[in-house]
């Protein structure tokens, strides 16, 4: 979804904003600064300035702009196919494995954004909010389920919790090795999981 | 395991790796300079020089340090109770999560030296290897648990990459959000995961 949300920028902050993602997903983290969004903008920097007071605020900024967006859009009133939304989420966090997939510049910076996290407390404030808005997105998923009956009584906490670290797990593995093949084995063991622990039969 | 790997050097070269792993653990990727390994063993630098021609040479001789004492110390010729010792790899693992727990400064470090790779050929090698290795010895301990009938017919290396995976991705959430709670929550969930798809009821 990412890349499709700053496709039409509405005002000045979201052209900057645009402007940063696209410069994060295509140089990373370090080569990031003010200039080179200026660049991207053909603005001068003190335009930026003007908006963000440095590197971190914009970066920031972007994230929490993405994560609003994926509230907005994954916060359903009802869920009427739980099974079908719950794959669809596995199907999206196991598809960053794909070589061919589009997102791996952008999934690839914000891990190197979480080790950022290690020593920064804004971003690590960032992401204990954006893990706590993506677990409790799946587990409205399971919760429905359970309430529907498609799915058994599990915690679906604790399974929304699994899902995540999971991918976390995926991701850092994935751009930090040249292995192939374990991640569709482990796809395929989250299926299995499911089946056993989520999923009626 | 780690630290006591360290604490009798032999030789020259196994003292300056001992001094890399605790400046590593101490200071961080960062912060690991040839000056502050020399300053660690009370020597002058140019010792660390004649021995590693850089900062990352010497950080990978430490990690491949490690990783072969794991190696050694990990790939049993029997494994005589192989639940009891695939517990013992999920609590090792799941124990790193314990605010307490005196291994979680290198884990950080070991997270930081993971996004180093995603630029670097050399860390991206030792992370495959490292990441081989690993899945490997958890797999020996499932083929093991599924031949003498304590484990049901899964596939041992798809189990083995999968507990991998939580595993780094319990790292990479754990130093970069201040959440709490989730740890447990997903340690719950593997130990059901492995009720239902590995141990034999």
Redesign the interface.
């Known amino acids: 979804m990412s890349s499709d949300i700053f496709e039409n920028p509405v005002n000045t902050r979201e052209e900057i904003l645009a402007a940063t993602y696209r410069t994060l997903r295509d140089r990373?983290y370090a080569d990031l600064t003010m200039q080179a969004i200026g660049e991207e903008l053909d603005q001068s920097p003190s335009l930026v300035y003007h908006h963000y007071e440095d590197k971190d605020a914009l970066v920031l900024a972007c994230l929490e702009y993405l994560l609003e967006h994926f509230r907005d859009e994954y916060s359903y009133e009802t869920i009427d196919d739980p099974r079908e939304r719950l794959e669809e989420v596995v199907d999206w966090c196991f598809g960053t494995a794909d070589a061919d997939d589009d997102r791996q510049p952008f999934v690839?910076t914000v891990?190197?954004l979480?080790?950022q996290?290690?020593?920064d407390p804004a971003?690590?404030?960032h992401?204990?909010r954006s893990?706590?808005v993506f677990?409790e997105t799946i587990a409205a998923i399971i919760r429905a389920g359970i309430d529907t009956g498609d799915f058994r009584e599990c915690?679906p906490?604790?399974?929304a919790?699994?899902l995540?670290?999971?991918?976390?797990?995926?991701?850092?593995?994935l751009?930090?090795?040249?292995?192939d093949g374990?991640a569709e084995?482990?796809s395929?063991?989250?299926e299995?999981?499911l089946d056993?622990?989520v999923y009626a039969t």
Chains 1, 2 share one sequence.
């Open positions: 990373g690839r891990l190197e979480r080790v996290a290690i020593h971003y690590r404030a992401f204990t893990d706590q677990a915690d906490n604790a399974v919790e699994t995540q670290t999971v991918f976390f797990g995926m991701i850092s593995r751009f930090s090795t040249d292995a374990w084995a482990v395929n063991e989250v299995l999981y056993s622990r």
